[in-house]
């Protein structure tokens, strides 16, 4: 039984109280939190007093879903209570006024916040060693890196810190921590669901997402998140079962599309639980087509140019003045955006501001700007022709488990390491990340992407393989280390 029915049962029959279940993860942050460095603030005192809340629903028998279930929420997700900080020092003591639609969602329907997660700053990175607050450590390995830009969220989830957390996807920000940390990790379609008070990065490619053990639970979740919402003229209408309404199905009628060339290029042990994949996936009725996927490296570029040029206009707000860090050192009003600026991001957060202003510049933009937007509507060109044959494309999220802390020392070869994730942004699609394996005993995921809007396919098709495997199952994490 998933995690969240687990929780549910509990709850309603008694075996457990909200602020019981509410302390028990408490608990458990306060334990390990300081071995993987994942949460940015933690919602010791309030949290509790909301448990209480929520088991005078239950006893009144109102209680939905959702009602006494914790979250730990990304913190680029604004909320009123705890700071906002987007892993970043210009927004270290940020207090956002108001929560973000998603987050308004969950609250409204129960779930008690635990904390906010660690982040690479503002969502740029792949590695979350890019925060002002400290690199996070991947719980299967502490020497490793949980993967980013969510890798607070993903690291806490493995560890069994929260049931669950919520992430944003940019460019592979929720599905490569998934895959490091051998967890459950989905991007639903861009629109389903709002951005507002989701500190934008990249707002033609961000979309909020979930990190959770069973692909079930992201579906709840989801459809718990989803909807129209008129402070985000992006959001569109979802119908009350748009994540949920497949996922009992089988597959017979499912066709998964898989590029054998591209499959060919990853390491021995990839290829091998990648062919055990496929079978498990076989056995299960579903139909499987050789495709040729349109060319990753140019995706790369097109994005490495395109987020950039969204992220140095959205970040130009942070200007020392109307919120955030100011410097203590500026003597003229120019002065005082430079050096707040400079002193306020970090270096990650810098250069794509620079590469941002640079392909956006007059004198570059056709060479750089429209030619990334050209690539980009050719990729949804080619992903369209293939869906004509498949329902699904079936490929890795990232070519190998969690590197070591600090082992990617040159910003290119971590760009061109979210090689897989990428296209699903630039086209607006769906895509999922869940776990097929081990290898060397770190986590390795696969990433199932459909067509824009049928996301409950993925759903469907990673329920039905975790109906048949165990690589989703929590794990007994940090037994017996020491910080
Ligand atoms: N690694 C990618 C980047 O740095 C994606 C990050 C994300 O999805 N937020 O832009």
């Given at each position: 039984m998933s995690i969240l029915k687990t929780l549910r049962q509990k709850l309603d029959d008694k075996t457990m109280s909200a602020v019981e279940l509410t302390t028990t993860y408490l608990k458990e942050i306060k334990h390990?939190?300081?071995?993987?460095?994942?949460f940015?603030s933690v919602n010791e005192t309030k949290a509790l007093a909301h448990a209480k809340e929520m088991d005078d629903l239950i006893t009144k028998g109102k209680a939905t879903l959702l009602t006494g279930i914790p979250i730990a929420h990304?913190?680029?997700l604004?909320t009123d209570i705890l700071?906002?900080?987007?892993?970043?020092?210009?927004?270290?003591?940020?207090?956002?006024?108001f929560n973000a639609t998603v987050v308004d969602k969950l609250k409204n329907q129960g779930m008690t916040l635990l904390g906010k997660?660690?982040?690479?700053?503002?969502?740029?990175?792949?590695?979350?060693?890019?925060?002002?607050?400290?690199?996070?450590?991947?719980?299967?390995?502490?020497?490793?890196?949980?993967?980013?830009?969510?890798?607070?969220?993903?690291?806490v989830v493995?560890?069994g810190l929260t049931p669950f957390a919520t992430?944003?996807?940019?460019?592979?920000?929720?599905?490569?921590?998934?895959?490091?940390?051998?967890?459950?990790?989905?991007?639903?379609?861009?629109?389903?669901?709002?951005?507002?008070?989701?500190?934008?990065?990249?707002?033609?490619?961000?979309?909020?997402?979930i990190l959770a053990h069973y692909?079930e639970d992201c579906a709840y979740l989801l459809q718990a998140m989803a909807g129209?919402?008129?402070?985000?003229?992006?959001?569109?209408?979802?119908?009350p079962d748009?994540f949920t309404?497949?996922l009992?199905?089988?597959?017979?009628?499912?066709?998964?599309?898989?590029?054998?060339?591209?499959?060919?290029?990853?390491?021995?042990?990839?290829?091998?639980?990648?062919?055990?994949?496929?079978?498990?996936?076989?056995?299960?009725?579903?139909?499987?087509?050789?495709?040729?996927?349109?060319?990753?490296?140019?995706?790369?570029?097109?994005?490495?140019?395109?987020?950039?040029?969204?992220?140095?206009?959205?970040?130009?707000?942070?200007?020392?003045?109307?919120?955030?860090?100011?410097?203590?050192?500026?003597?003229?009003?120019?002065?005082?955006?430079?050096?707040?600026?400079?002193?306020?991001?970090?270096?990650?957060?810098?250069?794509?501001?620079?590469?941002?202003?640079?392909?956006?510049?007059?004198?570059?933009?056709?060479?750089?700007?429209?030619?990334?937007?050209?690539?980009?509507?050719?990729?949804?060109?080619?992903?369209?022709?293939?869906?004509?044959?498949?329902?699904?494309?079936?490929?890795?999220?990232?070519?190998?488990?969690?590197?070591?802390?600090?082992?990617?020392?040159?910003?290119?070869?971590?760009?061109?390491?979210?090689?897989?994730?990428?296209?699903?942004?630039?086209?607006?699609?769906?895509?999922?990340?869940?776990?097929?394996?081990?290898?060397?005993?770190?986590?390795?995921?696969?990433?199932?992407?459909?067509?824009?809007?049928?996301?409950?396919?993925?759903?469907?098709?990673?329920?039905?393989?975790?109906?048949?495997?165990?690589?989703?199952?929590p794990?007994?994490?940090?037994?017996?280390?020491?910080?």
């Open positions: 390990k939190n300081n071995l993987l460095n994942a940015i990304k913190d680029n604004c700071t906002t900080t987007c892993g970043s020092k210009i927004l270290s003591n940020y207090q956002s006024p997660t660690n982040m690479d700053e503002f969502g740029m990175g792949s590695t979350n060693e890019h925060s002002f607050f400290g690199v996070v450590k991947n719980p299967y390995d502490l020497h490793h890196v949980p993967g980013g830009s969510s890798g607070g969220s993903a690291a493995a560890a992430g944003s996807d940019t460019g592979g920000s929720v599905r490569q921590p998934a895959s490091f940390c051998g967890i459950t990790g989905i991007k639903p379609s861009y629109g389903t669901l709002s951005r507002y008070g989701l500190v934008a990065y990249g707002s033609s490619f961000d979309q909020v997402g692909a129209k919402d008129k402070k985000d003229g992006t959001s569109i209408p979802t119908d748009f309404k497949s009992q199905q089988d597959l017979t009628n499912l066709t998964i599309g898989i590029d054998g060339q591209l499959l060919s290029k990853l390491s021995a042990e990839a290829q091998t639980l990648f062919q055990a994949c496929i079978a498990v996936y076989q056995k299960q009725g579903a139909k499987i087509k050789d495709i040729q996927l349109p060319d990753l490296q140019a995706a790369v570029s097109s994005y490495y140019v395109l987020a950039p040029a969204e992220a140095a206009t959205n970040l130009a707000r942070f200007d020392g003045v109307r919120y955030g860090y100011r410097s203590q050192h500026a003597n003229t009003l120019d002065e005082l955006y430079i050096k707040s600026r400079t002193e306020g991001f970090g270096a990650e957060v810098k250069r794509r501001i620079v590469i941002g202003n640079y392909v956006l510049a007059a004198s570059q933009y056709d060479a750089y700007y429209h030619k990334a937007q050209q690539v980009r509507a050719k990729l949804k060109q080619d992903l369209d022709m293939i869906y004509q044959n498949v329902d699904m494309i079936l490929l890795p999220t990232a070519a190998t488990t969690a590197p070591k802390l600090g082992a990617q020392k040159d910003p290119v070869t971590t760009y061109l390491s979210d090689m897989y994730t990428l296209i699903a942004n630039l086209t607006g699609a769906p895509a999922i990340s869940f776990p097929i394996g081990q290898i060397e005993h770190m986590p390795f995921g696969a990433q199932l992407m459909a067509n824009n809007f049928q996301d409950h396919l993925l759903l469907q098709a990673v329920c039905a393989f975790q109906r048949q495997t165990a690589f989703h199952l794990q007994q994490l940090l037994q017996g280390v020491n910080a």
